[in-house]
């Protein structure tokens, strides 16, 4: 019975934190930017786990995600502007936009599979971006297609004029996605598609069709991508030609790699990672790129499920060996992970400033606080000494930590009484 209560609160936990991410904040600190930044969090989260139906759950690479939740916020927009629909409504008219672009384009991008699929899905994306700037009439040209989202109808005394009513709307049609796509995954549907992504021969053999089986995925998948389109629509008031193009669908994958393919919270937490370097990050030094793209090489490199499955993994160690034996190689990776980050930034800045200038790379504003990069380069190289060996040192420490968590008890205790 303890262990059902267990295994119940530890699958309730990552929804209360969704919850928790989504609603304490603009309680705490009401301010617009604060209001902006968490639309966009919850925008890329229903877009991210949109996005794994394909990648985590059936095994389809997509380049031209994009093109599903732009359309569908493009058709959104022109159905809020022609017909005065309920604002709340909105976001449900997106996602069947979306989803009637992934009946059109998933008949063909399904034909294939694997590689090919990946690269018909690309073609189909650069085409739908190209398509955007050549018919300014549907798409808007370059100032793309505006609503004023407080023209519809109110609903009671709300007319989603302000920020905060807005975002109330996005997060909980966020958090319904999210509800929406987590039965979805357990639905027998869903388990054919991981059979279809796991070996599609005998999925085949066994009377399964897995081209119906990936075009019903990718319309499913287009439908809540074009929620997620248009709870940005909702926020911005706006969905311009950047709505389909390669950059966004590129975003989304990075999003689902970082945070895991393999989990289904994985995109959700990859998905605040993006957001964060691109707005938060991006707030700070015009080198954001850079760091993300280290980031996900880092990601990449040392947990290839990504952060969901690096939880998990340190999560069962914890569970295994207990806190205290564990603390000693976290607390010296810690350490190590902070010596070395601080030594790259410097260096990066550094060099942002050797070839922008001192305005664009010198100087780093943290909290209202303006920290100056060393320009010297012996003190650069001086400084990235003292951070680099004391990193270095306590990377030998924690290795030899994990080291010691992975041999067997008996040997363990042999080490220490010969200590």
Same mark, same amino acid.
């Given at each position: 019975?303890?262990?059902?209560?267990?295994?119940f609160?530890?699958?309730?936990?990552?929804?209360l934190? #969704?919850?928790?991410?989504?609603?304490?904040?603009?309680?705490?600190?009401?301010?617009?930017?604060?209001?902006a930044?968490?639309?966009?969090?919850?925008?890329m989260?229903?877009?991210?786990?949109?996005?794994?139906?394909?990648l985590?759950?059936?095994?389809?690479?997509?380049?031209?995600?994009?093109?599903?939740?732009?359309?569908?916020?493009?058709?959104?927009a022109?159905?809020?502007?022609?017909?005065?629909?309920?604002?709340?409504?909105?976001?449900?008219?997106?996602?069947?936009?979306?989803?009637?672009?992934?009946?059109?384009?998933?008949?063909?991008?399904?034909?294939?599979?694997?590689?090919?699929?990946?690269m018909?899905?690309l073609?189909l994306?650069?085409?739908?971006?190209?398509?955007?700037?050549? #018919?300014?009439?549907?798409?808007?040209? $370059?100032?793309?297609?505006?609503?004023?989202?407080?023209?519809?109808?109110?609903?009671?005394?709300?007319s989603f004029?302000p920020?905060?009513?807005?975002?109330?709307?996005?997060?909980?049609?966020?958090?319904?996605?999210?509800?929406?796509?987590?039965?979805?995954s357990?639905?027998? =549907?869903?388990?054919?598609?991981?059979?279809?992504?796991?070996?599609?021969?005998?999925?085949?053999?066994?009377?399964?069709?897995?081209?119906?089986?990936?075009?019903?995925?990718?319309?499913?998948?287009?439908f809540?991508?074009?929620?997620?389109?248009?709870?940005?629509?909702?926020?911005? $008031?706006?969905?311009?030609?950047?709505?389909?193009?390669?950059?966004?669908?590129?975003?989304v994958?990075?999003?689902?790699v970082?945070?895991?393919?393999?989990?289904?919270?994985?995109?959700i937490?990859?998905?605040?990672?993006?957001?964060? =370097?691109?707005?938060?990050?991006?707030?700070?030094?015009?080198?954001?790129?850079?760091?993300?793209?280290?980031?996900?090489?880092?990601?990449?490199?040392?947990?290839?499920?990504?952060?969901?499955? =690096?939880?998990?993994?340190?999560?069962?160690?914890?569970?295994?060996?207990?806190?205290?034996?564990?603390?000693?190689?976290?607390?010296?990776?810690?350490?190590?992970?902070?010596?070395?980050?601080?030594?790259?930034?410097?260096?990066?800045?550094?060099?942002?400033?050797?070839?922008?200038?001192?305005?664009?790379g010198?100087?780093?504003?943290?909290?209202?606080?303006?920290?100056?990069?060393?320009s010297?380069? =012996?003190?650069?190289?001086?400084?990235?000494?003292?951070?680099?060996?004391?990193?270095?040192?306590?990377?030998?420490?924690?290795?030899?930590a994990?080291?010691?968590?992975?041999?067997?008890?008996?040997?363990?205790?042999?080490?220490?009484?010969?200590?």
């Amino acid at each position: 019975m303890r262990e059902t209560r267990k295994s119940f609160f530890r699958s309730l936990t990552p929804w209360l934190a #969704l919850i928790l991410l989504l609603a304490v904040p603009p309680f705490v600190w009401p301010q617009s930017w604060l209001l902006a930044y968490l639309a966009q969090t919850a925008t890329m989260i229903v877009f991210a786990l949109s996005y794994n139906l394909l990648l985590g759950a059936t095994g389809l690479l997509s380049f031209g995600h994009a093109a599903y939740s732009g359309l569908g916020a493009l058709i959104a927009a022109q159905v809020f502007n022609a017909m005065g629909v309920p604002l709340v409504l909105l976001p449900l008219i997106g996602g069947i936009g979306g989803a009637l672009c992934g009946v059109l384009f998933g008949f063909v991008s399904t034909r294939r599979a694997g590689t090919a699929f990946a690269m018909i899905t690309l073609g189909l994306g650069e085409l739908v971006a190209a398509a955007a700037w050549t #018919l300014p009439d549907w798409f808007g040209g $370059e100032a793309g297609v505006a609503i004023d989202r407080a023209s519809g109808p109110l609903l009671g005394s709300w007319s989603f004029g302000p920020a905060r009513e807005a975002y109330a709307l996005i997060a909980v049609w966020c958090c319904l996605a999210c509800a929406a796509m987590f039965a979805l995954s357990r639905t027998p =549907f869903m388990r054919l598609a991981n059979a279809v992504r796991d070996n599609p021969a005998r999925a085949a053999a066994i009377g399964c069709y897995p081209r119906r089986v990936r075009y019903g995925v990718v319309v499913l998948s287009a439908f809540f991508a074009g929620i997620a389109g248009t709870l940005g629509l909702i926020n911005v $008031e706006l969905v311009s030609t950047e709505s389909v193009g390669m950059l966004r669908s590129g975003a989304v994958l990075i999003a689902t790699v970082i945070g895991g393919s393999a989990a289904f919270f994985g995109p959700i937490a990859g998905a605040v990672v993006l957001t964060f =370097f691109s707005v938060a990050v991006a707030s700070v030094t015009r080198a954001w790129l850079f760091y993300l793209g280290l980031f996900f090489v880092a990601i990449v490199v040392v947990s290839p499920d990504g952060l969901a499955g =690096f939880a998990q993994r340190h999560t069962t160690r914890i569970a295994a060996h207990g806190w205290r034996a564990c603390r000693a190689a976290y607390a010296w990776g810690t350490v190590a992970a902070l010596l070395w980050t601080a030594a790259i930034v410097l260096a990066v800045q550094w060099a942002y400033a050797v070839q922008f200038g001192a305005d664009d790379g010198a100087v780093l504003n943290v909290a209202g606080l303006s920290l100056e990069v060393v320009s010297s380069p =012996f003190r650069l190289g001086v400084v990235l000494l003292m951070l680099a060996v004391p990193g270095a040192i306590a990377a030998h420490y924690a290795i030899r930590a994990q080291a010691r968590l992975a041999m067997p008890a008996g040997q363990t205790r042999t080490m220490g009484d010969a200590r």
